[in-house]
């Protein structure tokens, strides 16, 4: 079973930034579709990003497009999302998953998940 574990949130103001990391062991996802999905209070779960195995391919939803960048090291099994000009809707709990499909991702499936991670973006 793969483990998918994210860290890198927390308490920043409007404006600031913050980078998640997820850190996958198990066996190797360097095959795998990565993305990152983030859940609000009382909100359904969004794919925020994907990046494909190779990482030559990346997808971003309309809200985060042009803040925030995901990137993959395949050496190191992990996948990554730096979050610039953050704004107080960013908050949420933040979560990586993996699978080796991109349209599934988009679609809020994966083969696995992590635990998420809280961003809180204060006003």
């Known amino acids: 079973q793969v483990q998918l574990v994210e860290s890198g949130g927390g308490l920043v103001q409007a404006g600031g930034s913050l980078r998640l990391s997820c850190a996958a062991s198990?066996?190797?996802?360097?095959?795998?579709?990565m993305g990152w999905f983030r859940q609000a209070p009382g909100k359904e779960r969004e794919c925020i990003a994907t990046i494909s195995w190779s990482g030559g391919s990346t997808y971003y939803t309309d809200s985060v497009k042009g803040r925030f960048t995901i990137s993959r090291d395949n050496t190191k099994n992990a996948v990554y999302l730096q979050m610039n000009s953050l704004k107080p809707e960013d908050t949420a709990v933040y979560y990586c998953?993996?699978?080796?499909?991109?349209?599934?991702?988009?679609?809020?499936?994966?083969?696995?998940w992590g635990q998420g991670t809280q961003v809180t973006v204060s006003s």
């Open positions: 198990g066996r190797t996802l360097s095959s795998y579709a």
């Open positions: 998953a993996a699978d080796p499909l991109v349209t599934k991702l988009k679609n809020r499936q994966a083969n696995y």
